[in-house]
């Protein structure tokens, strides 16, 4: 059953990726250098400590860019060239030893699991930043920051399960995405209004 275990952490962590890239890489990277796990493929260089001092600088600056109204906005436009290849790349190399068809079909999959929690992430923020407190960008940071660190564990440790969350995820994600759609239609309109100098609520409420 080692092929299940190596799909459901190439899947797993593809997923959380979309959600916070710089905590999955550092869960993962720890995890390998301190022995917790043997990662598959050519994950296993994860465990170098510049990698990881990265990720973890990076996770840094990304846990209050997320809780500031608008800016974290801004930080999921700009990771969408980030997360969505980071996720696929990172279930290609964990899946690289395996057979050339699961390795594509794996780098498919992790690329769109990628795309639908992050997309879904940024529906959740447009929604937050049209309301009037700054209160639910704290909350929903922080079930983020949860979410990414025990899905990432979960795909390591308990591949069933992560396999369940992914199909429960996908069910859920078909369902909202037209949200999905014109939450993220919000959040370009609003995030182009902002370099031209207009409001980024109001073009936000605008968009259709």
Known sequence: ??????????LGTAWTSGI?????????????????????????VLDNWWIIGIAGGMYLIEFFADKIPYVDSVWDVVHTFIRVPAGAAIAYAATNQMDSGVEVIATLLGGGLAFSSHATK????????????PVSNW?????????????AFLAVFAPFVILIVLVIFTI?????????????RRIFNAVGALFRGEGFKEVARKAP
């Open 122 to 133: 940024a529906a959740a923020r447009a929604g937050a930043n049209l309301s009037p407190e």
């Open 20 to 44: 916070n890239l710089y905590a999955t890489v550092s869960v993962l990277g720890l995890l390998q250098k301190f022995g917790a796990t043997k990662l598959p493929g050519g994950l296993d």
């Open 172 to 184: 859920f994600f078909f369902w909202f995405f037209p949200k999905v759609v014109r939450a993220v």
């Open 1 to 10: 059953m080692e092929w299940l275990s190596t799909i459901s952490l190439a």
């Open 139 to 151: 909350i929903l940071s922080i079930v983020e920051d949860i979410i990414a660190f025990a899905g």
